[in-house]
């Protein structure tokens, strides 16, 4: 499986982004799609999941209300809509696949995608 995250960028504090996440090789079908980042310095952290059926989704607090998962199964797709973003989103964004329901846990995704980096200025 590759995945292959897209759509970061600069943008100014209260703007929006949409991070996209395309898989090849095998699907997102029937797995956990998520969404981590990493900031400058520190330790990366969940952001977002949303489970292999898109009835699910779940989000850190820092995100609730701004972000928002989706995925098309058909297109092999797991998105992230970014609003109302804040300087302490700046961070690299990884999408992976998981196969543990609900789970939070990076060692719970088995396959990463190379990043996008997202840069939110004040």
């Known amino acids: 499986v590759q995945l292959q995250a897209s759509g970061g960028g600069l943008v100014q504090a209260g703007g929006s982004l949409r991070l996209s996440c395309a898989a090849s090789g095998r699907t997102f079908s029937g797995y956990l799609g998520g969404w981590f980042r990493q900031a400058p310095g520190k330790e990366r952290e969940f952001v977002a999941a949303i489970s292999w059926s898109g009835g699910f989704t779940f989000y850190a607090d820092a995100v609730k209300g701004r972000f928002t998962i989706s995925r098309d199964n058909a297109k092999n797709t797991v998105d992230l809509q970014m609003n109302s973003l804040k300087p302490e989103d700046t961070a690299v964004y990884y999408c992976?696949?998981?196969?543990?329901?609900?789970?939070?846990?990076?060692?719970?995704?088995?396959?990463w995608g190379q990043g996008t980096l997202v840069t939110v200025s004040s």
């Open positions: 992976a696949r998981g196969k543990v329901a609900g789970s939070r846990r990076g060692e719970d995704y088995g396959y």
